[in-house]
T-cell receptor, first 117, second 114 residues
Framework: AQKITQTQPGMFVQEKEAVTLDCTYDTSDPSYGLFWYKQPSSGEMIFLIYQGSYDQQNATEGRYSLNFQKARKSANLVISASQLGDSAMYFCAMSGISSGSARQLTFGSGTQLTVLP | EPEVTQTPSHQVTQMGQEVILRCVPISNHLYFYWYRQILGQKVEFLVSFYNNEISEKSEIFDDQFSVERPDGSNFTLKIRSTKLEDSAMYFC????????????FGSGTRLTVV
């Protein structure tokens, strides 16, 4: 079975500062994917970034980067230069072979990020 | 950018009534999913669908739930006899290869059972 742990229920960051949201995972799958989604108060799930377990380099997408430490089973999201619009709930998720052939996602409990002006 | 489209965005229904939630996945995607998020809780997997049949389903997906792909574009979730505890946000998602980059969610249907 797969498990995602997000230990920070809430985080605060000053506008223009960088922030790291923690995510650890547990899986016995040799191949898996790690995802981060943003959920604003309006409720939609917005894809931010993806990291494959065999990817050699950490993923980056604009201001988002994923600090992937495979040996430690962590996949932390780093948001640089925070903006007020970054205030939202952030979910870490993973997929893997043990999810089944369609590889559904297993989600963490989320981190509520608040960016302060 | 391609989108997963869900309708309606909000639905209020009486307990015991049937509801159908609709989704139009991204056109070239092959795997389709429904997830549920009860208010304030994590997102939970309900069911996956591939090659016109259910691929996996969770314990939540009991006999009151069914999915269908009635034509080449729509993907529906039917809840036969709604209960108060079915109140949640329901998300449809689709991917091309399954569990890979490009796992796209729709904007959700907020279902309220009264």
């Amino acid at each position: 079975a797969q498990k995602i742990t997000q230990t920070q229920p809430g985080m605060f960051v000053q506008e223009k500062e960088a922030v790291t949201l923690d995510c650890t995972y547990d899986t016995s799958d040799p191949s898996y994917g790690l995802f981060w989604y943003k959920q604003p108060s309006s409720g939609e799930m917005i894809f931010l970034i993806y990291q494959g377990s065999y990817d050699q380099q950490n993923a980056t997408e604009g201001r988002y980067s994923l600090n992937f430490q495979k040996a430690r089973k962590s996949a932390n999201l780093v948001i640089s230069a925070s903006q007020l619009g970054d205030s939202a709930m952030y979910f870490c998720a993973m997929s893997g072979i043990s999810s089944g052939s369609a590889r559904q996602l297993t989600f963490g409990s989320g981190t509520q990020l608040t960016v302060l002006p | 950018e391609p989108e997963v489209t869900q309708t309606p965005s909000h639905q209020v229904t009486q307990m015991g009534q049937e509801v159908i939630l609709r989704c139009v996945p991204i056109s070239n995607h092959l795997y389709f999913y429904w997830y549920r998020q009860i208010l304030g809780q994590k997102v939970e997997f309900l069911v996956s669908f591939y090659n016109n049949e259910i691929s996996e389903k969770s314990e939540i997906f009991d006999d009151q739930f069914s999915v269908e792909r009635p034509d080449g574009s729509n993907f529906t979730l039917k809840i036969r006899s709604t209960k108060l505890e079915d109140s949640a946000m329901y998300f449809c998602a689709s991917t091309l290869r399954g569990g890979d980059y490009g796992y796209t969610f729709g904007s959700g249907t907020r279902l309220t059972v009264v």
